[in-house]
């Protein structure tokens, strides 16, 4: 049984749900997720590098690498095929999260482990 995804972190949703080909019959759909499409922001539009626009959505590098390898098919299919995108679900929160790994406490200080364990 596979681990539960973690939830990425989001910047604010986006402000259309979809983009429909003009000129052409639709073919079908793709959709394409929230965080794919922040992986695509943080890279394409707003410059950063994998390492760093993986530290704000709170995943690893690599994660982070394949959610973006994703997303780019999904628009490549989208244009090549003339299918409609729809923007639409995945794992996700809608919120501001802390740059880096690890996990925080309500009062917002970064747990310890193996320290002051009771």
Do not use: H, W
């Not at 749900?17 to 394409?32: A, H, N, Q, S």
């Not at 695509?40 to 994660?63: C, H, K, P, W």
């Not at 740059?99 to 309500?106: P, Q």
Request: with cysteine; net charge positive.
């Amino acid at each position: 049984m596979p681990r539960p995804k973690r939830p990425r972190c989001i910047s604010a949703r986006p402000e259309t749900k979809g983009f429909i080909p003009r000129g052409t019959m639709e073919t079908g759909e793709v959709i394409l997720s929230l965080e794919e499409l922040e992986a695509v922001r943080l890279i394409d539009y707003e410059g950063f590098d994998q390492s760093g626009a993986a530290a704000i959505m709170n995943v690893s590098r690599q994660t982070f690498g394949r959610i973006l390898k994703q997303a780019r098919y999904n628009i490549a299919k989208a244009l090549v095929t003339a299918k409609r995108l729809t923007i639409q679900g995945g794992c996700y929160e809608m919120r501001r999260c802390g740059r880096g790994k690890g996990r925080m406490r309500i009062d917002g200080q970064r747990k310890r482990y193996g320290q002051n364990r009771r």
